[in-house]
Each structure stands twice: as C-alpha cells, then as structure tokens.
T-cell receptor
Framework: GENVEQHPSTLSVQEGDSAVIKCTYS??????FPWYKQELGKGPQLIID?????GEKKDQRIAVTLNKTAKHFSLHITETQPEDSAVYFC??????????FGSGTKLNVKP | EPEVTQTPSHQVTQMGQEVILRCVPI?????FYWYRQILGQKVEFLVS????????KSEIFDDQFSVERPDGSNFTLKIRSTKLEDSAMYFC???????????FGPGTRLTVL
C-alpha cells in the first residue's frame, strides 16, 4: 500500500521567514495530495490541496508543489506569522480512495 | 460555518467493553469517514461510508469495528470488545459532492484501561 513520509518532524522559524515541509509517497497511482493544519484540541483542517495533473498551486501565503516523477510534494508558507504555529500533515489518496497521512510537522513561528 | 462535531471528547473504558463513538457530520454531506491516531503515530484511515454502506475499509477495520448511520444526522463507530491497543484519538470526517475535500471533527480520545 501507499506510504507517506514527512520531514522535518519539527520546524522552528522566525516570524516573517518562510517554512517548507516536504513529503514523499510511494504509490505512483496516488492522485490527490491535501495538506492539513491541526491546532491544539482540534481536528485536522484542510488548508490546500493539489491533484496529480497539476505541478503547483498557490493560495495567498501558502503554496504546494508536486513532482510526480520524484514522487514528492512540498508545502511552502511565506511571511510566517505566530498564528501559523500548529502541526501540519500531508496526505496522499490512492486509487482506492484511501488516504494515507504523513507523520506530521510541528511548526513553531517565533515572534 | 458548518462543522463536524464528535461526542464525547474523551471516553475512558475497561478492556473488553463496548464503546460507541458518535459523530454529527456536516448536514448536506454524502461521504463519511473514521480515522484514528495512536499517540505519536500517523493518522490512519479506518473506513469510509456512502449511501448507507461501507465503501472502503483498511486492514485495521476488522470484525470488532462497525459503523452505522442510525438516523439522518449521526454517524457512529462501534468497537465491540475494546483492547488496550485501541487507545487512540478517533476522528470523524465528512465530505460533500467534492468527495476529496474532507472536513474533520475535533476527535474523541479513547482510553482503554
């Protein structure tokens, strides 16, 4: 089955800097890659997603890139703010509509 | 903004007991899911449910698990005879016509003693 690996497990940046979180997947048939933000005491919240027929997608300060050949995708947050501090999860959906999650990255944005 | 709700937020039970975790998905959604996250591990897919039947399930979702949509609003996960290793956070999610866009509830922390 699919296996999603996520790095780094923790990331500390200064407010205003950029943050990049990377994920790799194993199943070349996976076709949908969402990113979730999880704040303390809450469930994961979808922040951006990308499909396998697209290489990049941007939404304000957040962007996601996908390299299908290398089977990796990344989340980019620019101009980070303290409220960006949370745990971020990547995921991949396989051909059987099952979602596989990465292990999460705890992002700390220092004011 | 509509949201997925889950009750209880924390459930403590003895090994071997049955538990039912409850979820109220977003009202016009069609697809329903359960995930679990054991402490320190990845979020794992358990099951998806559509049109009153299971559409996909993982290897984790064995005979001790069952799901039900008993009425038009609730979606439940039953664990028949809990084991210590069932201790985890259980998340419910739902999605609408855009099946891939899942909205997660806040989770139920299940502790099996």
């Amino acid at each position: 089955g699919e296996n999603v690996e996520q790095h780094p497990s923790t990331l500390s940046v200064q407010e205003g800097d950029s943050a990049v979180i990377k994920c790799t997947y194993s199943d070349s048939a996976s076709n949908y890659f969402p990113w979730y933000k999880q704040e303390l005491g809450k469930g994961p919240q979808l922040i951006i997603d990308i499909r396998s027929n697209v290489g990049e997608k941007k939404d304000q300060r957040i962007a996601v890139t996908l390299n299908k050949t290398a089977k990796h995708f990344s989340l980019h947050i620019t101009e980070t703010q303290p409220e960006d501090s949370a745990v971020y999860f990547c995921a991949a959906k396989d051909n059987f509509n099952k979602f596989y999650f990465g292990s999460g990255t705890k992002l700390n944005v220092k004011p | 903004e509509p949201e997925v709700t889950q009750t209880p937020s924390h459930q403590v039970t003895q090994m071997g007991q049955e538990v039912i975790l409850r979820c109220v998905p977003i009202s016009n959604h069609l697809y329903f899911y359960w995930y679990r996250q054991i402490l320190g591990q990845k979020v794992e897919f358990l099951v998806s449910f559509y049109n009153n039947e299971i559409s996909e399930k993982s290897e984790i979702f064995d005979d001790q698990f069952s799901v039900e949509r008993p009425d038009g609003s609730n979606f439940t996960l039953k664990i028949r005879s809990t084991k210590l290793e069932d201790s985890a956070m259980y998340f419910c999610a739902s999605s609408g016509t855009s099946r891939d866009t899942q909205y997660f509830g806040p989770g139920t922390r299940l502790t099996v003693l």
